[in-house]
């Protein structure tokens, strides 16, 4: 790369030369072509050589001089009409059966005929034998007849005999053959020898026209040159060139547009005196490339209007904004239109339009057009497998890949990433490893494309093992490389690991935004309030800030780190609020179990005008469910369906159970279920599970629990809390049967947990924890807390100690459950008034919740407890849950 920038440097550097010491001069000379004549052609027997003797013999040598020369001329029109007739062969017969003489006497005029029929029909054959022949005659080399000479090497595929004969050539002022090979050397991506010939044009004193700048331009866009392209277009406006017909600024538009100037690349259009078919479409696919839609299809509606025949690159390249705008109809009325105009068979077009009904959500119809067309292409099949995954018809793209595998298509990059994430969409591990040892099979796992949705798909499926085992043996790791795995870390509840990953990454790159949204991620699940602040402070310091899914990964962040207000204001300073703004404020007031503020929150997104989606109301159903607010969550359950049009999906019809278990209605949760119009998943009873402990329903508890075991069988945590169910009702000879079970089918339980974080340390406790070196301060803090609570008429809630013993063995127990533990290693190692933040991994036990209370009474400090469901506000000896927990 550095070679290439240099040579472009030099390119450009005689620019300023040149326009310095010399006046550009434009050539209005016609240029001299060949002329056509035609003569009588001569008969084959006629005796030209004893006749010639003849004139030798009696009117001596001026007469035999004029016979010879007619007859080469008569020789020379032969020739020539055969080569305007196109009889290549036949021309080179005539050549061939000449003697030496006449050979010899032949004008550079009719090789130039010759040469240029080869040229034309790409006979490298018969050009490079007849160069052998005009080599081995008297002929003078003159310029036309070396520019011919040059042009069929070229045009007949040899470049390199025509370059090396360019270089011999002493005669190079006319600047056609320095375009023909600047554009061959293009045409095959030489782009650096196309530059490096632009140079020594200007050394050689060859003038450039406005085909040498079109071409030069070009090969700057394709490298990626902006800056050098830029400089001759300012050339170009100081010599007025840029008038010189639309082919410059057509090469202009394209670099400014690939370059994402699509701004620059207007104004060029807009200030071109004369623009053809070429200059609109340009444009056109510029805006739509950029992802300027509505500019690109508000010149589209100018180019009809204008007048100019609209042909097959432009439809192509207006599809694609039809496409992302979701303008179904326009694009139909573009599929009649191309109908009419006998486009029907062009492939180009054909997926074009297969990608705008799969866009436009119409896939029924992209269905139809996939099997009716003919010659189908990877594209082809690419875009129909990109349509199904839009629509979210995971199974039917991943069984178009198992089509096309069984068709024996060989897929390309793209389709095979477009199938792997199908697979991470649906979370399809299974057909996801097929594809991969297909990959791997066919040399593809080790592009970086393939490579990076390969860690996507891993990580969508749970599979972080897998994941991590590409990310290590991908050679080159791009940002997406290392952003896919941080996210895939956060995502499956692995933050310390996207911490670490983090870190590394940074000996590599620089994060970007995308990075930062993840690593937050990660800050927020850990409920590290410290860790999330040092990364606010990074954004600021690298300018991201401005970022709006930055802004709104943080608000979520300090949300979920019991830092609400803070997230409050930082929502507030927000100039630009989209969807996910609103619905991330939204949660947050859920999660916290401040329910009205959360209607009222989505109250304003709607008079804002901003349209909620099915994910914002699982957030507002979320918020409902943990305030207790029933009869609400039931007006939004159904204002969805009914005014906004949405269909309630599985995670719904989760939410609106668990609103109505943590109420007590448990049988009118059950009946909830029995009608839903899907089968319901784990996810749904599990919700009423939970439901069944809060309200101590053994009976209903395990009729649930069947279920739930029919649908998942691996997941320890429903075994776990329907034996907690009995523990709590003292069923202790079916918490053994249960707890025997889990060890027989070597089910894995983990391990409740508490941390805290004190001065940027974390200090992490388990349920009876000795470990730490302040344990034995932390058992006469709590010890004193029992003494005290007990002196106000407090009793042990001793079945959530959840063993069979006495009951004094159960309140140690419950004295050391691992909240209890790290709210007082807070309270004895923090400032005399700062909050405690303590999160657990699993849900707070109802005797940890009193005890909590109190203590936030007895310090008078705010005590932030966050469990796997929600937090928890306790001051003054009350709670923010209000008892909906």
């Known amino acids: 790369m550095a070679a290439a920038a240099a040579a472009a440097e030099a390119a450009i550097k005689p620019l300023q030369s040149v326009f310095s010491k010399h006046k550009y001069r434009r050539s209005h000379k016609k240029k001299k072509y060949p002329g056509f004549y035609i003569f009588q052609s001569p008969q084959r027997n006629q005796p030209f050589t004893s006749l010639s003797s003849g004139y030798w013999g009696s009117a001596g040598i001026p007469c035999a001089t004029l016979l010879c020369e007619e007859r080469t001329r008569s020789i020379d029109s032969e020739i020539q009409e055969l080569c305007l007739l196109g009889n290549l062969e036949e021309a080179m017969k005539s050549i061939s059966t000449l003697n030496y003489e006449d050979f010899t006497s032949l004008d550079s005029e009719t090789y130039c005929y010759v040469l240029q029929l080869c040229s034309d029909l790409g006979s490298l ?46 005669f190079k002022e006319n600047p056609f053959l320095w375009n023909l090979l600047m554009s061959t050397y293009a045409k095959i991506e030489e782009y650096i020898e196309s530059i490096i010939l632009f140079q020594s044009m200007w050394e050689h004193g060859t003038y450039p026209n406005s085909r040498t700048f079109s071409c030069v331009l070009k090969c700057f866009t394709a490298l990626g040159y902006l800056s050098h392209g830029m400089a001759v277009h ?111 068979k062009e492939v180009t077009l054909n997926n074009s339009l297969l990608d705008m009904y799969s866009k436009c959500l119409a896939v029924g119809n992209a269905v139809q057009f996939f099997e009716k067309m003919s010659g189908r292409t990877i594209v082809s099949w690419t875009s129909m497998i990109s349509g199904y995954t839009v629509n979210a018809q995971y199974e039917e ?22 199938a792997l994430h199908a697979c991470a969409c649906s979370g399809s591990l299974n057909h996801g490893r097929h594809i991969h040892d297909y990959a791997v099979r066919n040399g593809l796992d080790s592009h970086i494309f393939v490579a990076n949705a390969l860690m996507d798909m891993y990580a969508k499926c749970g599979n972080m093992e897998n994941a991590r085992y590409v990310f290590d043996h991908t050679a080159h790791k791009d940002m997406i490389s290392w952003n896919t795995l941080i996210g895939g870390y956060a995502k499956n509840s692995l933050p310390n690991e996207a911490l670490h990953l983090f870190v590394k990454m940074q000996l ?31 954004i600021i310091r690298v300018g991201i800030q401005e970022c709006s899914f930055v802004m709104n990964a943080l608000v979520d962040m ?32 859920g999660m916290h ?29 979320y918020a409902c469910s943990h305030s207790g607010l029933i009869d609400e969550g039931w007006r939004f359950f159904n204002a969805m369906k009914n005014e906004y049009k949405i269909e309630p999906t599985i995670e719904h ?21 029995e009608s839903m119009p899907m089968e319901p998943d784990a996810t749904v009873w599990g919700a009423l599970l939970c439901g069944c402990r809060i309200h101590r329903d053994v009976k209903l508890a395990e009729k649930v629990a069947e279920r739930v075991f029919e649908l998942e069988p691996e997941n320890t945590g429903y075994y776990i809390l329907l034996a907690n169910i009995y523990a709590e009702a003292e069923k202790w000879e079916a918490v053994k049967k249960l707890r025997d079970s889990i060890r027989r089918k070597a089910l894995r339980k983990n391990p409740g947990c508490s941390w805290i974080e004190v001065r940027s340390k974390v200090h992490i406790f388990v349920a009876g924890d000795k470990s730490n070196s ?64 303590v999160a657990k991994n699993l849900r707070v036990c109802g005797d940890c919740h009193e005890v909590a209370k109190f203590i936030s009474y007895m310090t008078a400090r705010e005590i932030i407890l966050r469990d796997n469901r929600r937090f928890h506000h306790f001051q003054q000896g009350r709670c923010s849950c209000r008892g909906h927990w």
């Not at 002929?139 to 520019?147: A, K, Q, T, W």
């Not at 204008?306 to 139909?332: C, H, K, N, Y």
């Not at 620089?510 to 999330?532: F, H, N, Q, Y």
């Not at 939410?655 to 279920?673: E, H, P, Q, T, W």
Request: proline share 2%.
């Open 125 to 170: 054959h018969h050009g490079s034998n007849l160069h052998s022949l005009i080599s081995s005659s008297r002929l003078e080399m003159d310029s036309n007849l070396g520019s011919k000479l040059v042009s069929m090497y070229v045009n007949c595929g040899d470049l390199r005999n025509g370059r090396m004969l360019f270089d011999r050539l002493t």
């Open 234 to 344: 300012g050339y170009l406006q100081k010599l007025g060139l840029f008038d010189d017909g639309s082919a410059i600024g057509n090469a202009l538009i394209a670099m400014y547009s690939k370059c994402y100037c699509i701004s620059t690349a207007i104004n060029v259009f807009d200030k071109m005196p004369v623009k053809d078919i070429i200059s609109w479409n340009s444009i056109i696919h510029g805006c739509v490339s950029c992802g300027v839609f509505n500019k690109g299809l508000e010149l589209f509606s100018e180019m009809l209007f204008s007048g100019m025949d609209i042909d097959l690159a432009t439809l192509v390249s207006v599809l694609p904004a039809f496409a992302e705008i979701g303008a179904l109809a326009q694009g139909r009325a573009l599929h009649g239109y191309s109908i009419k105009a006998g486009f029907v």
């Open 397 to 418: 793209a991943i069984s178009l890949f198992e089509e096309m595998e069984a068709e024996n298509m060989e897929p390309d990059l793209h389709f095979i990433t477009c």
């Open 508 to 538: 590599h790159m620089k994060p970007d935004s995308t990075t930062m949204a993840c690593i937050l991620r990660a800050s927020a699940s850990l409920s590290s309030l410290e860790k999330g602040r040092e990364m606010h402070a990074y």
């Open 558 to 589: 300090y949300a979920k780190c019991g830092a609400l207000v803070f997230a409050r204001q930082l929502f507030d300073l927000m100039d630009f609020k989209d969807l996910v703004s609103w619905t991330v404020v939204i949660s947050g007031y």
């Open 593 to 621: 179990g401040h329910g009205r503020e959360a209607l009222e929150i989505f109250k304003q997104m709607r008079r804002k005008g901003i349209k909620p989606d099915g994910v914002s109301f699982i957030a507002i159903l």
């Open 653 to 673: 019809y989760a939410c609106m159970v668990d609103l109505l278990s943590r109420a007590g209605r448990l049988a009118k949760a059950y009946n909830f279920i």
């Open 774 to 837: 302040q344990s034995k301060k932390i058992e006469i803090f709590l010890d004193d807390v029992r003494r005290r609570m007990k002196e106000q008429g407090y009793v042990p809630k001793w079945r959530y100690a959840l063993i069979n013993a006495e009951d004094h063995i159960k309140e140690e127990a419950l004295c050391g459950h691992s909240e209890k533990l790290a709210i007082a290693f807070g309270i004895l190692n923090s400032i005399e008034g700062k909050p405690i933040r």
